[in-house]
Each structure stands twice: as structure tokens, then as C-alpha cells.
């Protein structure tokens, strides 16, 4: 069940793995403090609201269905997976065992 949407990471998801990237919100704040990289990498471990790159062929094959596809955004446990910076566009991207997806978020 490998599907893909639109990778530009460089990063290929395999067997339960699915690749997320850290959900942007539509109106970012802007602040005055300057924040240290490896704080701003830590709270992308705390994100738990994500969007999903591409599923691994082995995600959910023992589920009737899957339990997102590619351009969901879901909810995954807090400090799940691993982060990655992708090789091909350098952006931030984190790994996660199929199972650490729980839930998928409708818009309403």
C-alpha cells in the first residue's frame, strides 16, 4: 500500500514507517526572541498535529483500511518517531511507526 504525495524530502518511507512533516498553521507569530535551533527541534518532537508525506508499503496491511493517506493531517503521539532534515529540500520531517497515528482531523 505505498502512496506518496507530492515527496520533494529525499526520504523514503519503508515497511510500517510513514513520513510526516510538522503541520503549519495558516498565521504564524512573530516574536522578538531569538530561539536557539536545537530548542526549535525539540518542540517539533512535542507537535503532535502533523501532515502525512508518504506511508511505507507495510503501514495498516493487517487493517481493513488505512489509517490516513497522504495529505491528512493527523494526530500522532508526543515524541514518536524520528526527526530527519529531508536531503533534497533540507526541511524538517519526522518518521513514525504506523501505529503512533491515532486520529485523523476533519475541517469543518
Not at 519503508?14 to 536545537?38: M, N, R, Y
Not at 524520528?82 to 491515532?102: C, E, L, S, T, W
Amino acid at each position: 500500500m505505498e502512496s506518496s504525495l507530492n515527496n520533494q524530502s529525499g526520504l523514503r518511507p519503508k515497511g510500517h514507517a510513514v513520513l510526516v512533516k510538522p503541520f503549519e498553521e495558516v498565521q504564524k507569530k512573530t516574536s522578538l526572541i531569538a530561539i536557539p535551533q536545537h530548542v526549535k527541534d525539540r518542540q517539533l518532537l512535542l507537535e503532535d498535529k502533523v501532515t502525512v508525506i508518504e506511508v511505507g508499503p507495510m503501514a495498516w496491511h493487517d487493517e481493513k483500511e488505512p489509517r490516513a493517506v497522504p495529505g491528512d493531517v493527523v494526530l500522532i503521539s508526543q515524541f514518536a518517531g524520528h526527526m530527519a532534515v529531508g536531503p533534497k529540500d533540507g526541511q524538517q520531517y519526522r518518521m513514525v511507526n504506523a501505529r503512533d497515528i491515532f486520529a485523523v482531523v476533519e475541517e469543518n
